[in-house]
């Protein structure tokens, strides 16, 4: 199933104050453009970094521009769609901080 992305806008703007992080999103749209997923796994298929949360988050965790950018994604796999909405970007260390607090799990930044 093609993947419909929510809030794209969150990615642009993240990338517009994050200059040297705008290649590496960029290379990470044009991946998700042609994705196809009809199961949790197969987003590991397409980025093969990505972390599965548990917890029966239906979270995912995107490592971008060579691990110095984490992306928080929670998803959603309807009958004709899968559905990614971003929830929370930034740089490694700033995602470590929020592991520390148990805050992956429920983030929502945006």
């Known amino acids: 199933m093609k993947v419909h992305l929510i809030r794209k806008e969150t ?10 992080s705008r290649v590496s999103f960029n290379e990470w749209l044009a991946k998700l453009k042609y994705a196809d997923w009809e199961v949790p796994a197969d987003m590991q298929v397409t980025f093969p970094s990505t ?12 490592d971008i521009g060579g691990n110095n950018y984490r992306m928080i994604g929670k998803y959603a796999f309807g009958d004709k769609q899968a559905h990614l909405f971003i929830c929370w970007i930034g740089t490694h260390a700033e ?3 929020i592991c520390n607090a148990g805050e992956q799990y429920t983030i929502s930044a945006y």
């Open 95 to 97: 995602y470590d901080k």
């Open 51 to 62: 972390d599965l949360l548990g917890n029966s988050s239906n979270r995912a965790v995107f």
């Open 11 to 20: 990615i642009e703007e993240f990338a517009k104050y994050n200059a040297q």
